[in-house]
């Protein structure tokens, strides 16, 4: 596949090769278990530490006593325990049980909220804009005296928008300190800040493989103190919060991973915000049909979406499959259910272009080549399709 431009970065990465090198002790020579008393265990246990101070470095969080992070198997494990545990926690208190999110959520966390209304907790759905944004002023809005928590995502994974998560969560705990805030914050690391401090978030979600780390490991940080019901339960690793073995391994490649994007960070953004933007203005000129989805300034760098009306984005997406080229229509995680986009839906896109829906998302082995070839291609492409509309409408 040395021709093939992957143009999907928000579906996953490639692993690092840096991450790898991390990773190739632990299967092999430090492999013990680091719950072992003995002495692989606690070599085991050792770079297990070392990996939590690295993560919380970047995360400006607590390394020990005890971690506010627990390992997951990724972002969607992240985001249900971060729900399920608070909303469980909590309403055992009699803390309250209503909870606020909003309509363009991943479906880890939109059908975790659905999940639990259907056990009795009230949740409300904050509408957005039409860029896919939610205000600081309307979570205020739709708080409660029973709210116990809020859970807006960062950044939006099919149209790249990017939410105003410190200005929210420094409203939320001006207006109720006692409410939690939480962010799935999956699309972000090496593009955006992750200071928890300055973003004033009580949780938030990470998954390895969506900057460049393994497959299979994710991580949920948890503010010290917050109420937290495991939903796991067996060795009770994690000081309770997510039982299970570490695997070691894939930590120190997720931590490694993790480390890289936030030192590369500043460089990388700068690079693919010029191609996203070269990418964007040439494929609306060159596409009459197109209209770009989500914000057009607070954007992911290198994320771009579209819809193309009267034209199927699935079937030009598999034709340029054929050619060599990947990229998606939306969320990797739903493709194959040939429904519209929640997402588009939330933001009041035109049903008319809603199966017209494209997402092309740079990576760092991006090149200006890889954008020219795109914009020939899809336009040959959308030639070809638009002359088959009248044919299939008649």
Known sequence: ????????????????????????????????????????????????EQAQVVIAGVLNCQASGPSEIVFTSGGTESDNLALKGVAHAMRSRGR????????????????????LESEGFDVTFLPVDSDGRVTAAQVVEALRDDTVLVSVIYANNEVGTVNPI????????????????????????????????ALHVDLMSLSAHKFYGPKGIGLL??????PLQAQMVGGGQQAHRRSGTEPVPLIMGMAEA???????????????????????TRLLKAIPEASLTGHPAERLAGHTSFTMRRLNGDSILLDLSEIGIGASGGSACTTGQQEPSHVLRAMGVDPDDLMGQM?????????????????????ALAERHRAMVPALEG
């Open 1 to 48: 596949m040395n021709d093939w431009i992957y143009l999907d970065h928000s579906a996953t990465t490639p692993t690092d090769p840096r991450a790898v090198a991390a990773m190739q002790p632990y299967w092999t020579a430090t492999f013990g278990n680091p719950s072992s008393l003995h002495q692989a265990g606690k070599a085991a246990l050792t770079a297990l």
């Open 96 to 115: 309250g049980s209503h909870m606020i999110t909003t309509a363009v959520e991943h479906h880890a966390v939109l059908d975790v909220a659905k999940e």
């Open 166 to 197: 410190a200005e929210i969560g420094a409203a939320i705990k001006q207006k109720n300190g006692r409410v939690l805030f939480h962010t799935d914050a999956v699309q972000t690391p090496g593009l955006l800040p992750l200071d928890v401090k």
């Open 221 to 226: 940080y948890v503010r010290r103190a917050v």
């Open 258 to 280: 993790l480390r890289l994007a936030e030192a590369e960070r500043a460089e990388t953004v700068d690079r693919l915000r010029a191609l996203r933007d070269d990418l964007i």
């Open 359 to 379: 997402r092309f998302v740079l990576g760092k082995h991006s090149t200006p080549e890889h954008v020219d070839r795109l914009i020939y291609h899809l336009n």
